[in-house]
Nanobody, 121 residues
């Protein structure tokens, strides 16, 4: 069984910063891509950015230059550093990872429970 646990959400004023973390645990053999998604009230879940196992990152246009994704492969963690936050960044943020476990020959996609980020204007 694999679990992804996010932390670091909260309330911040516009222009401020937050750092989200996500730790994967369980019978993990390897982790491929990791990503952050977000879902605002009344909207569909959207991809914020992703990072490959070798560290290549990709971001949604609206967060480029403000958000940075990093990962620690030794600790099975991924982080999302969010700077210059805007009101429109308010959402529940979800961690996602494509993980190969010792229980299956195929990798699967796993999700965290989500963490609320609220930016006050």
């Amino acid at each position: 069984q694999v679990q992804l646990v996010e932390s670091g959400g909260g309330l911040v004023q516009a222009g401020g910063s937050l750092r989200l973390s996500c730790a994967a645990s369980g019978r993990i053999k390897s982790i491929n891509a990791m990503a952050w998604y977000r879902q605002a009230p009344g909207k569909q879940r959207e991809l914020v950015g992703s990072i490959t196992s070798s560290g290549t990152t990709n971001y949604k246009d609206s967060v480029k230059g403000r958000f940075t994704i990093s990962r620690d492969n030794a600790k099975n963690t991924v982080h999302l550093q969010m700077n210059s936050l805007k009101f429109e960044d308010t959402a529940v943020y979800y961690c996602n990872a494509n993980i190969l476990t010792y229980s299956s020959p195929w990798s699967s996609s796993y999700w965290g429970q989500g963490t609320q980020v609220t930016v006050s204007s």
